[in-house]
């Protein structure tokens, strides 16, 4: 682990180790030429000199292409099958993945229809041709190359038949880091793409980061190039073709995904942290749903023997699986309970764009380096929201009043419903990684508070978080129009807030009253605390006379 967090530093005398790793990387492959209608003719005129270039010979391509890719299918006895937009071609992989472990190659081919750029030619009075793209892009046949490499294990390309060829490319961090480990004789069981007890934590963290560095990225571009010109291109332009149209293509960053993972000493003990923090946090963070996925067994409370085998392969999850989930447009936060003592904390990138720092593989380790920034922020946010403290300082002081400047601001008073509501709100949107602005906090406050402030708009947003930034509550990202509150004051507000909804606001609704009716048959050791505590409150307030 690079950056430590509060979150893992809490946990960790329960933790057996802890380490980082880059999971999923999507990249794009794109013939910068073939994006516009000049560079696409300038590429015509260089593989074919002195040819007309016609609409019916770039569908000659895609023609050569599917003929070419069936046959070399049928040659080398590989499974080619056509599966519909709703089947997950990686999971039909799997199944078709060669059982011999020094394989490398090609070992399945599927075909599909998705969306491409495919280029319309029409001619002027003098004969020359005109290249035009379509509005919507059509729907056209594209191959999905499945391959075994050396170094990055299961690879997954994704390229259409019609020039200019564009590709995907899907790896996976953890097989590189598998195989990294295996050939340097380092310990590592793995269980449904996470290394579990028995793996070699601090080596196996050590390996991890080499990929987020610049090293990472030739490695990455290295077998980019490796496969796609000799295994993939190939079907639709020779080697020669290639170098004479000097065909190259450039990559760009399109998904992304990083993750942490905390080893527990027992599974007792994760399950009993992990769904302890959802009960807190979930309201705390305005969490909507959650999903489960039950598993068949239930996570053991002694610890399993290290000396298991040097390889470990689960495909089925055997244990109860339960996401907690937040998104902000296309950047997604999910925490999730991995096998039977792993608790996975990951950041997913649907869109590249969300990390405003472009979208060429070039820039991938400064990638890297903001989604571990996010993770972190993310995991203090987790933190500050489930152990939220009081410091012992008046609680008044929040509502009295500040000076910014020469002008006096008011104070934050937790206790009226308005400032409440605000409060409630910033801690749901603490963990948006790009902060959040003023219409966004109006939003928030009417989405939970709808019924009790209806009228609540951008411009009291704006006046409230005035106020708390006089309090340190909440602080401005520079060079933005936008907010982001402060962590350890965050521990404070929700500090506050508990002591509100979970302490007064119980006690004195039934204080009043002596009886308290029939006790439950198995009560908590929280309502049996709340019982004393009526009780208790219930003679003080007779003895001050307050109530008869």
Same mark, same amino acid.
């Given at each position: ?19 980082d ?7 794009s ?9 000049g ?54 992989a ?37 290249l ?12 999905y ?45 793995r269980?449904a793409n ?44 020779t ?8 065909f190259?293509?450039?990559y ?8 942490r ?11 009993e ?19 489960t ?27 109860d699986?339960?996401?907690?989930k ?23 990138v ?12 070039q ?19 987790v ?23 020469? $002008? +006096?601001? *008011?104070?934050? &008073? @937790?206790? =009226?419903? !308005?400032?409440k509501?605000?409060? /409630?709100?910033?801690? %749901? ?28 708009? $951008? +411009?009291? *947003?704006?006046? &409230? @978080?005035? =106020?708390? !930034?006089?309090?340190?509550?909440? /602080?401005?990202?520079e %060079?933005k ?23 007064i ?6 204080v ?17 605390r ?19």
């Amino acid at each position: 682990m690079r950056h430590t967090d509060d979150f893992t530093s809490y946990l960790g005398d329960l933790l057996d180790g802890v380490y980082d790793c880059t999971d999923r990387i999507a990249l794009s492959a794109y013939f910068p030429l073939g994006q516009t209608s000049g560079g696409m003719l300038t590429w015509w005129n260089q593989l074919n000199p002195g040819a007309p270039l016609t609409e019916e010979r770039l569908r000659d391509f895609a023609g050569c292409f599917a003929r070419r890719i069936r046959a070399f299918a049928q040659k080398h006895h590989i499974p080619f099958e056509c599966l519909g937009s709703g089947e997950r071609k990686h999971d039909r992989a799997e199944q078709l993945r060669p059982a011999d472990p020094a394989f490398e190659g090609v070992f399945a081919i599927f075909v599909g229809q998705a969306s491409a750029l495919v280029w319309q030619v029409r001619h002027n009075s003098k004969g020359q041709p005109l290249l035009s793209r379509p509005k919507n892009w059509r729907m056209v046949n594209h191959y999905y190359l499945h391959i075994i490499d050396r170094h990055w294990g299961h690879i997954s390309v994704k390229i259409s038949g019609h020039p200019p060829f564009g590709a995907s490319i899907s790896l996976n961090g953890h097989e590189w880091v598998q195989r990294q480990a295996a050939r340097h004789n380092i310990a590592w069981q793995r269980q449904a793409n996470c290394f579990v007890a028995g793996s070699d934590y601090p080596a196996i963290e050590k390996i991890a980061a080499r990929l987020d560095a610049e090293a990472g990225l030739a490695r990455l571009a290295k077998v980019c190039e490796r496969w796609l010109y000799s295994a993939c291109l190939c079907f639709g332009l020779t080697r020669e073709q290639q170098q004479r149209s000097n065909f190259r293509y450039a990559y760009s960053c399109r998904q992304i995904e990083y993750s942490r993972n905390l080893l527990f000493h027992r599974g007792s003990v994760l399950d009993e942290v992990y769904q302890g923090m959802i009960e807190r946090t979930r309201p705390a963070l305005n969490l909507q749903t959650l999903k489960t996925i039950f598993g068949r067994k239930k996570r053991l409370f002694q610890n399993r023997a290290d000396g298991a085998p040097m390889e470990k392969s689960v495909n089925t999850p055997a244990h109860d699986l339960t996401v907690f989930k937040l998104r902000f447009g296309g950047l997604m936060l999910k925490i999730y309970d991995k096998s039977e003592r792993v608790l996975r904390v990951e950041v997913v990138v649907l869109n590249i764009d969300e990390l405003r720092c472009g979208r060429s593989v070039q820039k991938l380790p400064g990638m890297l380096g903001r989604l571990e920034a996010i993770l972190t922020r993310f995991l203090c946010v987790v933190q500050a929201a489930h152990t939220g403290f009081l410091d012992g300082a008046d609680p008044d002081a929040l509502a009295a009043p500040t000076r910014k400047g020469k $002008k +006096r601001v *008011a104070g934050v &008073d @937790l206790q =009226k419903p !308005r400032m409440k509501a605000v409060a /409630e709100a910033l801690v %749901g949107l603490s963990p948006a990684p790009e902060g959040f602005s003023s219409a966004q906090l109006a939003a928030q406050v009417k989405e939970q508070k709808g019924r009790e402030l209806p009228d609540y708009n $951008k +411009r009291q *947003a704006a006046y &409230d @978080l005035r =106020k708390l !930034r006089g309090k340190k509550l909440v /602080e401005r990202m520079e %060079g933005k129009r936008k907010y982001r509150v402060c962590i350890p004051q965050l521990h404070l507000m929700v500090g506050q807030l508990i002591l509100k909804d979970k302490v007064i606001k119980p006690v004195l609704a039934g204080v009043c009253r002596a009886s308290q009716g029939r006790a439950p048959n198995r009560a908590s050791g929280t309502d049996q605390r709340y019982v004393k505590l009526r009780g208790q409150m219930h003679e003080l307030l007779q003895e001050l006379r307050l109530i008869t």
